[in-house]
């Protein structure tokens, strides 16, 4: 039997400032080159909450502050219920980078002190950054025991102005070798809840880290088919871009 | 009187910069004749006759800068022009320090400035240009001017301060820049594409500004011509693209759909300070491409042309350019420099998959060469491709070294053809240093 996964794409164009196609792209063809089929659903504006059933996997990209507005009057409501469902029971895998890891928290404080209402779906809060507090931008490496074996050492780059903090029950992605991560302060990054991880790493994250690639994968078959055992792919490409930013960081692999 | 003396001062620290060989192109004179008196720069402009131009937008701005340069130039005006930085007061003070004569009186009809994103409000604030042309708006070096509607925002509270006295030529195919354009006091040109045969079907996937700008209502377009460049409408507040003052010319002295804009930018500001189109084209015929635009080099009879390709659009026009012109050898180089952004994750957003089967031999170099890589393999490999990803096509190569990486695919290229080299910014003044070697700037 060939299989086959659904990722459904959380409002491509609106939610897409840093490359963050390339996840989608990286997804697509390491089902491909596994004789793996691979539908992608685009999620946009208007769509019906229906659609939603059909996914296997979430993808969510980064956005700017107006971008983010427009897709809080879409999402609220029904389709955040069953995004939440879907993350919270059904044990979807997905992945939410910057804008819409923050959008997956409890609320997002503004400069200002304003709350920006988020979707509630994870127990984290991002705060924008105090006055005279840069953006927190650089390339990051981090060590995250996600994967089966050694820890895994994960590679991207990070550009953001809010601090997110993660509630008690909360597991981060992996903890900050190099960079800032969540706050910068405590030396976490990321999140992973259920099968869904929520991060700040650009690069985009996938396509030089295949083993979380490989990960998200792996939990949407075992969802579907109660078998994620993956073929081994070529990544000898992959690992050379890894070590060539590695060794620029003067981090260990 | 004052500002005579600062220029003579200014005259003699330039004359003892340059014996001295403290760097050619120094603002020290400018920064001294500031410090003096702080209102230097706008008392000098405002005795003399010349006038200031300002050119801003993502792409485009060095090659708008010599079209209007050439076109001045070659009808026998005085031209003066200069790239902002972060030093851009001093620079331009600078500048009026070398071009007056020891009686204070300029020796430029037209001074001529790039403006880039995070120096514009600075500029606007500083000193009033007689022109502004703002060509285009797009996702660049996130990492160092941000992000696009901030940039959008910054400059239309500037742009709202400019006097009626100024005159704005704006690109309102795209839509941000009409918006920009919108309530202003400054007077305004509008400039864009009619020729819906020049469009195409899809967007391009790093698309900007697909959203209305007033009442972020998605926008519909009647044709794309690039990004998200076109001829668009708003169907919930009804805000469209004004009507344009100028849509084609008779001669485009390069190809690509981009450079019609730079060339009927230029175009539409020749022909409002008076020069007539015969003296435009005449003009135009004897242009020579900008640093590493289109710029061509022979090497050993063999043909090398340079497409800079510093952002995801600019990159996507290059591809559709060099397409067009049946290119069949390439090389990519990506370097992560300050000049470049240091991060490389835009170039996921090339649509580069539409291309790669046309090019016979992909070459790639450069700092993050391995990133570059990555991203051709997965638009090389195909499901189809039986061998799965073990042996990637035998027409992609990677070479760290771009010495190398030039020689190689030089070699590689037929003499008939030509190799099309695509370099981010400092990759390419690297290029250059190494194909005609010596260093430029």
Aim: charge should be positive.
């Amino acid at each position: 039997m060939k299989y086959q996964i659904t990722i459904g794409w959380l409002y491509q164009d609106l939610m897409n400032t840093y490359g963050d196609r390339g996840n989608v792209i990286c997804l697509k063809k390491r089902c491909e080159w596994r004789n793996i089929d691979c539908n992608i659903i685009e999620l946009n504006i208007g769509f019906n909450k229906e659609e939603l059933k059909k996914c296997d996997l979430l993808f969510m990209g980064g956005a700017q502050d107006r971008q983010q507005r427009i897709v809080t009057k879409d999402i609220k409501g029904e389709k955040s219920k069953i995004i939440k469902k879907m993350i919270d029971d059904d044990k979807v895998p997905g992945l939410f980078i910057c804008g819409a890891y923050q959008f997956l928290g409890n609320y997002y404080k503004e400069a200002d002190g304003k709350i920006i209402e988020c979707l509630e779906i994870l127990d984290l809060y991002t705060e924008s950054p105090k006055k005279n507090k840069k953006r927190l931008i650089g390339n990051i490496a981090l060590k995250s025991n996600l994967f089966e074996g050694e820890p895994y050492t994960l590679i991207g780059f990070e550009n953001h102005g809010g601090s997110t903090y993660l509630g008690k029950n909360l597991k981060p992605l992996g903890k900050v070798m190099t960079g800032y991560g969540n706050n910068g302060e405590d030396n976490t990054e990321g999140v992973i809840f259920n099968n869904i991880i929520g991060t700040y790493l650009h690069g985009p994250i996938l396509p030089k880290n295949p083993l979380l690639a490989d990960f998200l994968i792996r939990a949407a078959l075992k969802r579907k088919y109660k078998n994620g055992i993956l073929e081994k792919l070529n990544d000898k490409l992959e690992i050379k871009a890894r070590k060539a930013i590695a060794n620029k960081l003067g981090v260990e692999l | 009187m004052i500002n005579l003396f600062l220029i003579l001062l200014g005259k003699f620290t330039l004359l003892i910069s340059r014996s001295l060989n403290l760097g050619h192109g120094s603002t020290w004179p400018g920064h001294v004749a500031l410090s003096i008196n702080k209102n230097f720069i706008k008392q000098i402009f405002k005795k003399s006759k010349s006038k200031i131009v300002f050119i801003a937008g993502t792409n485009g701005k060095t090659t708008t800068a010599k079209l209007i340069q050439t076109i001045l130039e070659q009808n026998g005006k005085k031209v003066f022009i200069n790239q902002s930085g972060a030093n851009l007061l001093n620079g331009i003070s600078s500048s009026i320090i070398e071009h007056s004569t020891m009686f204070g009186k300029i020796r430029c009809d037209y001074f001529i400035f790039e403006i880039d994103e995070n120096t514009l409000p600075l500029s606007v604030s500083e000193i009033t240009p007689d022109y502004l042309i703002i060509l285009n708006l797009f996702r660049d070096q996130l990492d160092r001017y941000g992000e696009v509607d901030t940039i959008a925002k910054n400059w239309k509270k500037s742009i709202n301060k400019l006097p009626e006295s100024s005159l704005v030529f704006l690109n309102v195919d795209d839509p941000k820049i009409a918006y920009i354009g919108k309530g202003i006091n400054a007077k305004k040109l509008f400039f864009g594409l009619n020729d819906k045969g020049l469009g195409q079907k899809d967007f391009q996937h790093a698309s900007d500004s697909l959203y209305c700008p007033n009442c972020d209502e998605k926008l519909e377009y009647e044709t794309v011509f690039y990004s998200h460049l076109g001829i668009w409408h708003c169907n919930k507040c009804n805000l469209k693209r004004p009507l344009l003052s100028i849509d084609n010319t008779s001669y485009y002295p390069m190809s690509g759909i981009y450079n019609r804009y730079n060339t009927l930018a230029s175009v539409l500001f020749a022909k409002t300070i008076g020069i007539d189109e015969t003296n435009i084209n005449n003009a135009l015929e004897n242009y020579s491409p900008a640093f590493g635009r289109q710029e061509k080099i022979i090497i050993d009879n063999k043909n090398i042309q340079l497409f800079l390709s510093k952002n995801p659009t600019s990159f996507n026009e290059s591809l559709r350019t060099i397409k067009e012109l049946n290119a069949k050898n390439i090389l990519i180089v990506l370097n992560n420099r300050i000049p470049d952004g240091l991060d490389v994750s835009w170039i996921w957003d090339i649509d580069i998959e539409k291309y790669v089967d046309g090019f016979n031999q992909i070459f790639v170099s450069g700092d993050r060469c391995f990133d570059m890589g990555l991203r051709i393999k997965y638009a090389l490999e195909n499901q189809k491709s039986k061998i799965k990803n073990q042996n990637y096509n035998s027409k992609f190569k990677i070479l760290e070294n771009l010495n190398d990486a030039i020689k190689i695919s030089l070699e590689k290229t037929p003499e008939k053809n030509v190799l099309y080299i695509l370099p981010t910014y400092s990759a390419m003044l690297e290029i250059r240093k190494i194909l005609t070697g010596r260093k430029i700037l």
